[in-house]
């Protein structure tokens, strides 16, 4: 393995699934391609219209994401003895994370997922169960902590 495909989405749990790849890429010596996907939402309204933000707000959305994940990156270049590199996606974030993985040859995908209830996960779904259905490669995943 020389490519691992770490998905970020800047909490907690996403710093757990950092950490494990790290460790993974340092006995293997891989590289490590840190992903943040983020929606450009819109918003649809019973009588059938929608709102689509304007060409600034989405903007903004994505100097907010890039600014967030350059952060993520810095913190974690400090140690030196790992390569790291950054991708920001815009769109729906179990397609992007799979089709990236497939642009750059990853060995494998590090994600991490949320300890939510039946119900929770059966309204909001999870990004991390339909990476690990969509994934050609391997996908590792990274239990964060029990909610409160």
Same mark, same amino acid.
């Given at each position: 393995? =020389?490519?691992?495909?770490? $998905? ?5 749990? !996403?710093? +757990? ?6 460790? /993974?890429? *340092? =006995?293997?010596? $891989? =590289? ?11 918003? #649809?309204?019973?009588?059938? !219209? #929608? /709102?689509?933000?304007? $060409?600034?707000? %989405?903007? @903004? ?5 890039? @600014? !967030?994940?350059?952060?993520? +990156?810095?913190?974690?270049? %400090? ?8 991708? +920001? @996606? ?15 040859? $990853? ?25 690990? *259905?969509? %994934?050609?490669?391997?996908? +590792? ?8």
């Amino acid at each position: 393995m =020389k490519t691992l495909l770490l $998905a970020h989405d800047f909490d907690e749990t !996403s710093e +757990l699934a950092l950490d494990t790849a790290i460790e /993974l890429a *340092r =006995k293997l010596s $891989a =590289k490590i391609v840190v992903a943040h996907v983020y929606s450009v939402p819109v918003y #649809s309204f019973p009588e059938g !219209s #929608s /709102l689509i933000p304007s $060409a600034e707000d %989405a903007a @903004r959305l994505a100097d907010a994401a890039q @600014r !967030s994940l350059d952060q993520v +990156l810095e913190r974690r270049r %400090a140690a030196g003895d790992v390569e790291l590199s950054g991708v +920001l @996606r815009a769109g729906v974030p179990d397609e992007e994370i799979c089709r990236l993985a497939d642009e750059i040859g $990853a060995d494998m995908i590090v994600i991490g997922t949320h300890r939510r209830g039946a119900v929770a996960r059966a309204l909001l779904g999870s990004v991390a169960q339909r990476v690990v *259905r969509a %994934a050609k490669v391997p996908v +590792l995943t990274i239990r964060g902590p029990q909610p409160v």
